[in-house]
């Protein structure tokens, strides 16, 4: 099949699935004029896949499971520690859903004199400080104390910090963006192209659960190429 056929079959965009052969997810076995052509394995392949992101499982854990044969090598502790983290997710989303029950019918004459409302917002509080602290924060690197620098290289270096322009906004995660992932941003800007019809967080959306990449640094790609496109 070639990659149109795989990706009308298969519901994957063809974009994504070149995305998946460059990690190593599936393999082309040649081509038909300028179009890979895939063997019929590949819709098992993109369906464990496809299972394992509906688990919440990233690429990184997938692609071990997938195995270099058309036998998948799955791995049942990782299996088991994803069903425990969805109990738990469970668990919060129950305990969420009756708070909103509770404060849709609460006779408090204020939802903020209601307990169980605050503890509500507790809840949504810590959950915001810790997804905000998974992505974006800065690394610290511990060791031996670095040498002064002399008096002239320090001025120097001081003086050349202040003629460089500090980048700011949604750039300024352009360098951890292409470290991670190991493409440039133009890479992304392109294939956000091909999606121009879709809303703001509709393209975060699809470059998060496409691509597997995280909210912080698809938002931030998706609000400069918007911009730049006056979109």
């Not at 070149?18 to 394995?41: D, M, Q, T």
Request: overall charge positive; aromatic content about 6%; proline content about 5%.
């Amino acid at each position: 099949m070639d990659i149109s056929e795989v990706a009308k079959r298969s519901g994957v965009a063809a974009s994504t699935l070149r995305f998946y052969e460059e990690r190593g997810l599936i393999a082309s076995i040649g081509r038909h004029g300028l179009k890979r052509v895939f063997g019929p394995g590949v819709l098992d392949r993109l369906a464990l896949i496809a299972l394992g992101r509906e688990a919440g499982l990233s690429l990184d854990e997938i692609a071990p499971m997938l195995g270099s044969d058309r036998t998948p090598r799955i791995d049942r502790e990782v299996l088991n520690a994803k069903a425990d983290a969805i109990d738990r997710s469970v668990r919060r989303q129950i305990a969420m859903r009756d708070g909103l029950r509770h404060a849709a019918a609460c006779s408090a004459p204020s939802h903020m004199e209601c307990p169980k409302f605050r503890r509500l917002l507790g809840l949504a509080a810590q959950r915001q400080i810790v997804s905000r602290t998974g992505e974006g924060m800065a690394t610290v690197k511990t060791g031996a104390p670095k040498r002064k620098a002399p008096a002239k290289q320090a001025a120097k270096a001081t003086a050349a910090s202040a003629a460089a322009p500090k980048v700011t906004g949604p750039a300024s995660y352009f360098p951890s963006i292409e470290k991670k992932y190991g493409k440039p941003v133009e890479h992304w800007f392109k294939l956000l192209g091909k999606q121009k019809s879709l809303a703001h967080m509709e393209m975060v959306n699809w470059l998060k659960g496409e691509f597997d990449i995280g909210h912080g640094h698809a938002n931030a790609l998706v609000a400069y190429f918007r911009a730049k496109e006056k979109l």
